[in-house]
């Protein structure tokens, strides 16, 4: 049996079924159905937005979530690609400083064991090597500058004993002072507990300070005034 549903139409009086948007006699829109699917419409575009709403801050977190991940994931590449080369090129550095060193300290030894002091004091002002791994050596090249300065200042206080004596007292008291300074220093650098290797070169250059001061006519008890 045909199900009818009844509706008449307000324009014609034709029956018809409920659910049909227009009257199928006169053509006359059927308003009830019309806000009905109206309604309908309106509900299906606000659930639609209700969804969209809610779907969209997931995706963008989630995306957002990637990107930022993704960038952590760079930002820690590039921080270990940094530190790799840093390391790497502080390790040449070191390595390349270490071998320097070594050819520095091989050379010293060397004009050190020939008796070569003057050489090996060159090559250390040319090369400004002072540090302590060198001291074994700039200990030895200061204390023969200083005894060479002190022969100067009495070379010098005896060319002008005659011409200028007052000048030739104040070279060799000047002299004085500073061999007095330099054997109290010998002494120190002899007797110091760290053992350098250069302890006889030394007392050699001592025992050389002293006939040398001997010779221009200095003592001990005038060391000692």
Not at 48 to 66: D, F, Q, Y
Not at 77 to 89: N, P, R, T
Not at 104 to 114: M, N, P, T
Request: aromatic fraction near 8%.
């Amino acid at each position: 049996m045909e199900r009818f549903v009844k509706m008449i139409c307000k324009n014609c009086n034709g029956a018809y079924e409920a659910n049909a948007i227009r009257c199928p006699f006169c053509g006359s829109e059927n308003e009830a159905e019309a806000e009905k699917r109206k309604e309908q419409l309106l509900q299906h575009y606000d659930d639609e937005a209700k969804r969209i709403a809610a779907e969209v801050p997931k995706k963008a977190v989630k995306k957002g979530t990637k990107l930022l991940l993704y960038g952590i994931g760079i930002g820690l590449g590039a921080a270990v690609v940094i530190i790799a080369v840093s390391l790497f090129i502080h390790w040449v550095n070191v390595n390349a400083g270490y071998r320097a060193e070594q050819k520095h300290l091989s050379k010293l030894e060397e004009y050190f064991r020939a008796g070569q002091y003057d050489k090996m004091s060159e090559y250390q002002k040319k090369h400004r090597i002072y540090g302590i791994t060198y001291e074994k050596y700039y200990e030895v090249s200061g204390v023969i500058s200083k005894w060479e300065r002190v022969e100067e200042q009495l070379s010098d206080s005896e060319r002008f004993r005659e011409s200028n004596p007052e000048l030739a007292k104040t070279c060799r008291s000047e002299a004085v002072e500073n061999a007095a300074n330099l054997v109290r220093q010998c002494n120190e650098l002899i007797g110091d507990t760290a053992f350098r290797g250069n302890e006889e070169v030394l007392r050699k250059l001592l025992t050389d300070g002293m006939q040398m001061l001997e010779s221009y006519g200095i003592t001990m008890e005038e060391l000692k005034e």
